[in-house]
């Protein structure tokens, strides 16, 4: 195997640390310095040569070799890799439109969202309790290697190319698995044409995740309405980019006991996205009071949030109890969700990374 990356010295790899730091091929974090060993191991868990080239991410080619060494700076293992790969996929998808996202003020950032059975084979990848939290190996270092691709490949750093405001945590990754077995719906991948039995990551760009506090009673019929509302209005909160534009989309993660009572109710996953997209409003008078340079009709009618339930992504994840989260969009010439299958084949035995 021929790598063609041009190859850097340093005495030892705290020096080398140093070196990426000052390059400004980091995080902000410490890295895995990405050896040729460690990169050639990585790519061990993928049959591709390591010229092809997955996709581009603002001026430059995404090179299989190119998304490794990333991945092992980001701490991933070969299982990992898999993923990632489809993540840098469906990110050069035209309808994602990187740039624009890169290039906004707003502190938005794509959030991987991973479906059929490489939730197991390729991590395990988190969607339980505190999936978006610390703790999960495979959901930090996925997530973490597609920024470090946006930074190192795509050229998005702070000020320069990534033009966030002030950004946001999520920033530095946002990985996740839907909680498929704790679901009552169908599993999102499926709605996307694959089968149940498939792998595929969906990305949505959105911004950091608004917890959503719903009390639920079991006595009550009205349950699962007052769960839409609440989610509903968390949606077209007047200083959300979505009521201040008018488009994006949006993250709905439903716990299993708030998604348990929305089914128990006869609702589908598209049932949910209809309804929402119905009550995700603010009323004109409302944003007449508010900054906003977005036209507000005379009368006394409702500004819509969405556009439709396309611009709803509903999963479920995270752990029981009465928090759900909402990920609001919102983006002048809006990204749109984008979808692509994992590839993986671990026939045999993948090796470990050399160590650290």
Not at 275 to 293: D, E, F, S, Y
Not at 333 to 353: M, Q
Request: with cysteine; charged share 20%.
């Amino acid at each position: 195997m021929t790598l063609q990356a041009t190859r850097h010295q340093a005495p030892d790899e705290a020096t080398a640390l140093e070196l990426f730091h000052m390059r400004e091929w980091t995080d902000g974090l410490p890295v895995v310095i990405p050896t040729e060993e460690r990169v050639v191991a990585l790519l061990a868990g993928v049959e591709l040569e390591p010229d092809v080239i997955i996709g581009k991410i603002g001026p430059s080619q995404a090179s299989v070799e190119k998304i490794a060494i990333n991945a092992v700076m980001a701490g991933c293992r070969p299982e990992h890799f898999p993923v990632v790969l489809a993540a840098v996929r469906a990110v050069g998808d035209s309808e994602f439109d990187i740039d624009n996202m890169q290039s906004t003020t707003h502190g938005m950032g794509p959030v991987v969202i991973v479906n059929g059975p490489a939730r197991e084979v390729c991590g395990p990848i988190a969607s339980g309790w505190g999936a978006l939290g610390p703790g999960h190996r495979a959901n930090a270092s996925i997530g973490r290697a597609l920024r470090l691709c946006l930074m190192n490949i795509g050229g998005a750093r702070p000020g320069h190319g990534d033009m966030a405001a002030l950004g946001q945590p999520g920033k530095f990754t946002c990985c996740l698995a839907e909680d498929e077995e704790g679901s009552p719906f169908t599993p999102l991948h499926t709605a996307f044409g694959y089968d149940a039995d498939q792998s595929a990551v969906t990305l949505v760009g959105v911004d950091a995740p608004h917890s959503v506090m719903m009390q639920t009673n079991d006595d009550d019929p009205e349950a699962h309405e007052r769960i839409l509302r609440v989610v509903a209005g968390s949606i077209a909160i007047p200083g959300g980019n979505n009521t201040q534009i008018g488009n994006g989309p949006v993250i709905v993660v439903l716990n299993p006991i708030h998604a348990g009572v929305l089914a128990n109710a006869g609702l589908s996953r598209e049932d949910v996205c209809e309804r929402l997209t119905k009550l995700a409003v603010t009323p004109n008078a409302v944003m007449r009071g508010w900054a906003t340079k977005r036209r507000i009709p005379e009368g006394d009618g409702d500004l819509p949030a969405l556009r439709g339930p396309e611009d709803i992504v509903l999963i479920v994840a995270g752990g029981g109890g009465m928090y759900s989260a909402v990920f609001s969009g919102g983006l002048a010439g809006s990204t749109h969700p984008v979808h692509a299958p994992i590839d993986f084949d671990f026939s045999c035995e993948l090796p470990g990374l050399p160590p650290t």
